[in-house]
């Protein structure tokens, strides 16, 4: 089995703390604002665009044509913006680590982790920006230094429990299964209705062949979030190697409820009705 597991980006919205209101005397600058409070990115980005061809020192107005850009899933425009955020203000660390987090959604992980090295080369103690580089790091394969950035992130802020549960994976990655089901345990003190957590804490345990364990775990994963397939799943395959067949049958039946796609879930489902089947 595979840890499944989606990082959670912390996100800083902007406008930033230190930007200057602009000059905004024929209200173009208010009137995108307002269409990106109410939700109209496309529009707010004709709006900051016509009104950026004035005014391209607006650091403000770059930030948000930047935002407005993610919304709407343009990652290159956004990523384009926040770029000439920076060459106006290079000293802006929380720009640095909306770039950074751009680049991971495009991809280029390389490019997000110099994003975030910059930021914290400015602000080294924004738990943020070590979170974030522990992401991009761990993307990259680099398990070491993943570990070492999540560490740093939790020394500064210990009641962040996505970082938690990030670094429980880099540990489990990294075959310490002790301190990985430490670290997610943590995370779910922090936040118990994440099924996402408890699901990681049935894998790291069946790793670590606790068979309690993992059996408790996914079911608490599928009583806090019921839609998580891959947890209805796992918790048919330890509810058949605990010789449970009924109750293994209906979690396989679950999991292919939620997503009829699953191979492995419909392979394991014919498997043990055939087997039932024959007595």
């Known amino acids: 089995m595979e840890i499944y597991f989606m990082p959670v980006l912390h996100a800083k919205m902007m406008p930033g703390k230190k930007a200057k209101r602009p000059n905004n005397k024929d209200g173009r600058f208010e009137k995108a604002l307002s269409l990106a409070r109410k939700g109209d ?22 930030v948000n044509l930047g935002l407005c ?17 920076l060459a106006v203000a290079p000293e802006r660390a929380d720009i640095w680590i909306n770039l950074g987090q751009c680049y991971d959604r495009m991809g280029k992980y390389d490019d997000a982790v110099r ?4 930021s914290i080369a400015l602000e080294p103690d924004d738990a943020v920006a070590w979170f974030d580089l522990g992401v991009a790091l761990k993307a990259l394969g680099d398990i070491p230094t993943s ?3 999540y560490r740093k992130a939790l020394s500064l802020n210990p009641g962040d429990a996505g970082a ?3 670094f429980g994976i880099v540990l489990f990655e990294q075959n310490d299964y002790s301190g990985a089901i430490e670290a997610t345990k943590k995370a779910l003190a922090l936040d118990p209705d994440d099924g996402q957590g408890w699901y990681n804490l049935g894998l790291i345990a069946h790793r670590n062949g606790d068979r309690a364990e ?23 395959v330890s509810l058949e190697l605990e010789g449970m067949f009924r ?12 997503d009829p796609d699953d191979r492995d879930a419909r392979k394991a489902l014919k ?9």
């Open 164 to 166: 938690w549960l990030n």
């Open 214 to 236: 993992e059996l408790r775990s996914y079911r608490k994963a599928v009583e806090v979030d019921p839609s998580l397939a891959p947890a209805w799943y796992n918790l048919g």
């Open 147 to 149: 570990n070492e950035a």
């Open 271 to 279: 498997g043990l009705e055939n087997r039932l089947s024959r007595g």
């Open 41 to 62: 990115a496309a529009g707010a980005i004709v709006d900051f665009t016509k009104w950026l061809k004035s005014n391209p020192e607006s650091v403000e107005a770059w």
């Open 247 to 258: 109750k293994a049958v209906n979690a396989y039946r679950k999991a292919l409820e939620i």
């Open 69 to 85: 850009n993610a919304d709407i899933g343009e990652f290159k425009g956004e990523a384009n913006a926040y770029v000439k955020a």
């Open 115 to 118: 994003a975030y090295r910059k």
